[in-house]
């Protein structure tokens, strides 16, 4: 590989240019992205003499007489230059506003969207602008048609769930790969804390206003550049840069609250009474409480709950000139949960600097340096967590005792001693920076190399008091850990840009080399002299331990796009990759894509069509992999420590498999691009079909062996799905300032299926989820509850296996699956004079959600927690019709998994609203303000959902990847209220 | 301009070159650190000796002896009881044992890891050069101990007891996985065959190891201690008694005059094997029995019933290790209540010796004798001889003396089943929430076979009550 470069360096001879009379030479390029312009058409007094080849270069004599020279290029503004001699002219054309003339960042490079042949959708800075989440990744909720985002929790900076085109892998990761100006980086929980099932999200490091540009790269076409990780579809996102011009400087500000969207519903203390009297009496005891109506009502939300704040600065000074161009931005973001002591607090600072020391050198640096602090609660499936303890909890008791201590019920944590006695910190500090060089050899030629670093430190510290469940065994405890991610990337690319008639041609090859170590140090402290230590220096007994882990990926790439006449188009992708997480037999896997696309607006019969003014057909197919997910050495027969008390000790860990290789992805994408109306109105649509074969499968073994599973490649998973985005400007003003209406909506369908699975396995606690041929990832498996028996009140649920008699073992099934059927996005942007409003809806249709707070809510009395309010919908007496059935042991048996506590998930939110005023520039330009915008704006104030849980859109378990769609004392998403400002000087 | 061109390209190279130094190979070849792979494991004498250490490790872990174990016995007899949310433990309390059953789950195929690494034990050790084949039998004797410990567990659990419930064994693996093929599917041997290995499996262990004072691991005694329980539970009433006479006169135990002082210290005479936990290493017996209110979780406590029991006598010192929670209002066990969970686990100790010869002694109608090793026991508990004279009152009051000498130790549902009284004595037993619970029908007397494991091995048969 290496003398493939130095080969190719070597071949690189500059050309000299030979100057003629009156000859005048150049380059045509675009101002969005430099990208050369192939078929510009250049004419003097209205005659055409030449075209721009694909390079963009031109080179002719000027013709006797002529004064200017104008350039002419569809979805540009016309340029004219004077005529006279000149060589190496760079001429820059402006583009239209119109979608088919922008351009995409594709992996190591960029393209005209209109030569593209692969599924790529854009998401732009003025989309996510001001939208105050955490976690950049959430900005793609119901943009971006193929690609699913659920906000796990509401916990600010907790993880989110993304799936392009659905869930491809059960048991290695589905998380598509991020690459940040250039850089594959880290986006999984770095966190070393168990708290429960959520999890933290590192794309949070990011601050989203640095952001111009997210690219989502779907189709094989578009992601085999990046081999053996593209499986899961690859989202670029693009910072801001610098232009030539004088100094920019913007300054944005907002603030809100943060507020519950719903109160957790359970029963007061009367009414909990009032349950527990009935089934004691209807379990043939007697019941326990005297005077229900007497009894005492605590409400435990209203300790936890709270307004929180929301904020955000954000600073920015941006310019260059036509040897440097640099942006510099620093932004501070503070967002506080809707539950006390959670927030999360980040800082961040960028430099982009470019500049060109010698002709035909480009160098620079993409830097952000982040930090950022986490409160952080124990929620979702967890005992200790002031959320779940909120439910739990009776309400007929007082909050303390009489003695000012806290009145505890077995099993669960008090809600105060949670916030209270418990301290949770997280903090961050992650550097993601790259130095690169481009030279160009000759026009079209060029060389880029670059070296990134992506280092992350993430220090942890948990301390429960004495007044703790945790702490009060052990007299405190506390543990503090340091996790320490660092990855080093180097990549060469050569690419290659030219033309020889109507043929152009751009190709290129690239090698790259990746190295991820993990170090992890964690102590642990218990025994502290009194509640007012907190280090672990000063317990009486200490424990650590560290570990470290690493991978490594070594790829060569090469790309071929070709296009005849700018009519037909064709693209290449291949990419070899060699890991170290597999053994030796395959360790290196090969990629490869094609991908064509026809644009039949450029062909003569279409000429008379007049109302399209685009329509492009693309197909592609190509195999991807997939490797992350699983652990570093998978492959390997592995002996772990196990120590009996102070005796070192081994045990086997892992068994070995030295045939483990690549998951791969085989996909087709059939796609049409059309503009109607000179492309006032755009329509894409894309199919797909995605097979997943050779699956990393935790094969289930026999536990007779020693192991529980053996993880092979197995099994094969399907995902085919339709894709449908329109845009378009429904009002399109004569005057700049008149009404303009533009609305655009994207509606996704996926349909997962297990092909073929080794055997049928069960997931999570209570065997909630089964995996099995035919199914579906994520599907519920439960007990079928038909309904109550009107006359007795006893739950009736489906004979499954028709013996005529239920049995908890063999009368369960999947009943649905947390997969949606349809979701989307609705966005409508407005503008009039100053005002600007947009108005964005996102929807997820036909996912099932498990409700598993009432699921524990509804006990029926076998349990001494509190009721959620569902339980007073209860059989009652002869002739109630009611799901809920009569409160006794037996129909509320430990042993039950009814699928009543499966819901109907399916919601439309009114995700964003947002109106603005921009100040005349007439005023601003008084005091030498360039603009100003003035605006207020709401998140998640309207839900649409027959859902009965606090949040459609919970996950309660993130930390395992074979669950979703299961609330489970998880922070709901908050309601935000908000105003502030952007000022640009 | 060519000079400039060419020094270019000169600083390009360099550039290249500075990270083309760390090449692909280099990249691709990492390896693992916190782990070691499988040919650097047993390979001399240190490794085997943490090979032995790793299994009294996985005997620790909270899927069995850590905690498990002991409480799928008492949560599903009729001293502990299952008031929290984990619903895995009511369905073990109320008889529903599902077939996905989590904690069942966890007890299988933990047993079965021990059994694996015992297995690499067995077949690596002897090929060790350096160390002495005294070395080598101690660690052996060990494998040969844990690896009949763990599946007459197994058999205990699903299989059922010889002549009084179950004919069907578990699957025997007597040699370590190596990786997939056939032979790793097994079936289900016989009740009699898999008693039979867990007898061969002693005695070997029997011979190899030496008579030690060191209890935290197996020792000649505790091989003669833990055949004492499996002739007793095969019904050899000669072989219990001469294995009970032989561990009673290892000068290494006593039946220790300080009841209390069994749990309150460690590793005391009383104990034939004792699992060492420590603050680094902690057992889950007192958080899953002490309410939150004293820093545990407070899922589990006692039958209020078997309270009364318990405390029936007030002179008996047995019943001052409980404790009332009055806001759920319900008695929890405090035989395990170290501060900081460093409480020990009692696997085999002298009581159960005196107690398996009186119930042998009886059995072959030496009731004097019977009564002089139960006594023993009741005085040392604080209360008076027992009144009981013909043979059927004798066995009776030695397996009260059970209930109450080995409350939350793991014994009770298996001592039912045995004796043949879990369908009499499992029979309307109260709950805090619900109503009383019966073990209704006999195949109860087992658990079901992991779902997991149905599944993964289509020669499992699944036990009756389950299908």
Known sequence: MRCFIVLLTLLCISAKTIAQDRAISGRVTSADGGLPLNGVSISVKGKAIATTNATGSFKFNIPAGADSIRFDYVGYQSLSIKAVPAADLDLVLQSLPNVMSEVVVTGYGQQSRKLVTSAITTVKAADIANVPVSSSDQLLQGRAAGVQVNSNSGTPGGGVFVRIRGTASINASSDPLYVIDGVPVQSGNLSALGLGGGVTSPMADINPADIESMDILKDASATAIYGARAANGVVLITTKRGTAGKAKINL?????????????????????ETLMNESAVNNGKTAPYANPAAAINTNWGDLIFQKGATRNIDIGISGGS?????????????????????????????????????KNLKMGTNILYSNNRRGRLRNDDNISGSLGSVFFYPSNIPVLNADGSYLKIPTFEHPLAALYETKIGMRTNRFLGSVFAEYEFIRGLKLRSSFSLDYSNIEENVYDNSLTN?????NGNAQASSTNNNNWIQENVLTYNFGIGKHSVTALVGTTIQESKTNLITAIGQQFPSDAFTQIISAAVQRSSSSATSWGIGSVFTRINYDYDRKYLFTLNVRRDGSSRFGQANQYGTFPSMGFGWLLTEEKFMENLKAISMLKLRGSYGITGNQSGIRDFQSLGLWGGAAYGDIPGITPTQPSNPQLKWETTKQTDLGVDVGLFNNRLNFTVNYYNKRTEDLLLDVSIPRSTGFNVLTQNYGIIQNKGVEFSVSGDILRPAKADGLKWNASLNISHNKNKIVKLAAPFNVYNRDLYRYQEGGEMFSFYLHPQTGVNPQTGAIVFEDVNGDGKFDVNNDRRIVGSANPDFTGGFTNNLSYKGFDLMVFFQFSYGNEQLNMNRFFLEHGGTRSTNYSLSQLDRWQKAGDITMIPKINAANYASNLRPSRFMEDGSYMRLKNISLG????????????????????????ILTFTKYTGMDPELTGTASNALTQGIEFFTMPQAKTFMAGFNVTF | MLYNTKRLQLILFMFLNLGLLSSCSKVLDQQPQNEVGDGAAIVNKKGALA????????????????????????????????????????????????LGNQENGFFYARA????????????KVPGITDATDAEKNKMTGNAYFIRALAYFDLLRVYGGVPGKYGTMGLPIVTTPFKGVDASTMVARSTLAEGYAQVEADLLKAETSLLVSADRTTASKSAARALLSRLYLYTGNNAKVLQYSNLVITDANYTLLPNFLEIFNG??????ILELNFNSTDQSGMRNWYVPTSKGGRGDLCAHTSFYQTATSNPNDIRGTLFAYEPTAKIYYPTKYIKAGNIDNVHILRMAEMYLNRAEAKANTDDLTGALTDLNLVRRRAGIADTAAVTKATVLGAIWRERNLEFAFEGHRFFDLVRTGQALIALVNVERKNGTPVTLDVAGKQVFPIPSFEVDANNKIVQNEAYK
């Open chain 1, 252 to 272: 944005g500000m907002y603030y809100g609250t943060q507020d519950l969207n719903k109160y957790p519903a359970v029963t007061n203390g009367s009414t909990f």
């Open chain 1, 322 to 358: 036509d040897k440097v161009k640099y942006m510099v931005s620093a932004n501070t973001f503070l967002q506080e949960g809707v539950v006390k002591k959670s927030d999360f607090n980040r800082t961040t600072a960028r430099v982009n600097l470019e500049f060109t020391p010698i």
């Open chain 1, 470 to 474: 945790a702490g009060s065994a052990v």
């Open chain 1, 917 to 940: 005023y921009n100040l005349p520039s007439s005023l601003l330009s008084k005091v030498k303000i360039s603009s100003a915008r003035f605006y207020i704006s709401a998140q998640n």
């Open chain 2, 51 to 98: 090979a032995v250490a790793g299994m009294y490790n996985e005997l620790q872990n909270g899927d069995y002896y850590g905690r498990n174990f002991q409480i799928i016995s008492d949560v599903s007899a009729d001293q502990a009881q299952s008031i929290g949310t984990w619903d895995f433990y009511r369905e073990m309390d109320t008889y529903q044992v599902s």
């Open chain 2, 112 to 123: 079965y890891r021990a059994i694996n690494l015992a297995n690499h034990i067995i077949e």
């Open chain 2, 266 to 271: 460690k590793l005391t005479t009383e104990s």
